[in-house]
T-cell receptor, first 112, second 112 residues
Framework: NAGVTQTPKFQVLKTGQSMTLQCAQDMNHEYMSWYRQDPGMGLRLIHYSVGAGITDQGEVPNGYNVSRSTTEDFPLRLLSAAPSQTSVYFC???????????FGQGTRLTVV | SQELEQSPQSLIVQEGKNLTINCTSSKTLYGLYWYKQKYGEGLIFLMMLQKGGEEKSHEKITAKLDEKKQQSSLHITASQPSHAGIYLCGADSNSGNTPLVFGKGTRLSVIA
C-alpha cells in the first residue's frame, strides 16, 4: 500500500517557468489537500478538494491551480514560478475532514 | 480564522529527560491532532483528541486535551534520540468544512 505519493521529490525552476507537482493516493480517500511549509510559518493550506470535480481555495492559493478529475490524483500547477514559491510542498489525503490525514513525503521546490 | 500557537518553538533536552509541548487555539477546539515530522520527511500521525479531558498515549508519548483552555499538551517521558523531530498540532476549523489548520511546530532535539 503506497499511501500518498508525491513526485518529484526535488525540483529547481527558473522564474517564470511552469510545472505540475503530482500527488496520487491509493486509499480511495475523498479529501485531498496541498500545503506548503516554510521556515517559521508552519504548514499553510493552498488548495483542497472534497471529491472528484470539487476544489476550493485555502489560505495561500495565489499562483497555484488545481484540478481533481479522479479520486486518486490531485495535481498542483504553478503557472509562472516566482522565488516566493520556493518551499516544501506536501500533499495529504483523508477519508473525511475529521479523521487523520495521511501525508506524502513532500516536494522540495526551489525557484531561482 | 482559527490559529494555533505552539510552545516552545524549539527544545533541546538530554536523553532520558521528560518534556512537554503545548498547543493553544484561538478558538474552540473541535478536534486536535498531533503529528511528528522527521527532518526532510513527511508528517506522521501520532494521535487525535476530540473530547475535553481526553488523554491518549502511544508508547512514551501522552497527549491531553483541555477543552476549556482551548489547549492540548504533548508529553514525552524519558526522551530518546528517536523522539527528535518537529511536532505539529493541527485542528479542525469551526466550520468543519476545511482541512486541518496547523501550528508552526516545535523542533525537538534530544542529546546524549
Amino acid at each position: 500500500n503506497a499511501g500518498v505519493t508525491q513526485t518529484p521529490k526535488f525540483q529547481v525552476l527558473k522564474t517564470g517557468q511552469s510545472m505540475t507537482l503530482q500527488c496520487a493516493q491509493d486509499m480511495n480517500h475523498e479529501y485531498m489537500s496541498w500545503y506548503r511549509q516554510d521556515p517559521g510559518m508552519g504548514l499553510r493550506l493552498i488548495h483542497y478538494s472534497v471529491g472528484a470535480g470539487i476544489t476550493d481555495q485555502g489560505e495561500v492559493p495565489n499562483g497555484y491551480n488545481v484540478s481533481r478529475s479522479t479520486t486518486e490524483d490531485f495535481p498542483l500547477r504553478l503557472l509562472s514560478a516566482a522565488p516566493s514559491q520556493t518551499s516544501v510542498y506536501f500533499c495529504a489525503s483523508s477519508r473525511g475532514l475529521g479523521p487523520e490525514a495521511f501525508f506524502g513525503q513532500g516536494t522540495r521546490l526551489t525557484v531561482v | 480564522s482559527q490559529e494555533l500557537e505552539q510552545s516552545p518553538q524549539s527544545l533541546i533536552v538530554q536523553e532520558g529527560k521528560n518534556l512537554t509541548i503545548n498547543c493553544t487555539s484561538s478558538k474552540t477546539l473541535y478536534g486536535l491532532y498531533w503529528y511528528k515530522q522527521k527532518y526532510g520527511e513527511g508528517l506522521i500521525f501520532l494521535m487525535m483528541l476530540q473530547k475535553g479531558g481526553e488523554e491518549k498515549s502511544h508508547e512514551k508519548i501522552t497527549a491531553k486535551l483541555d477543552e476549556k483552555k482551548q489547549q492540548s499538551s504533548l508529553h514525552i517521558t524519558a526522551s530518546q534520540p528517536s523522539h527528535a523531530g518537529i511536532y505539529l498540532c493541527g485542528a479542525d476549523s469551526n466550520s468543519g468544512n476545511t482541512p486541518l489548520v496547523f501550528g508552526k511546530g516545535t523542533r525537538l532535539s534530544v542529546i546524549a
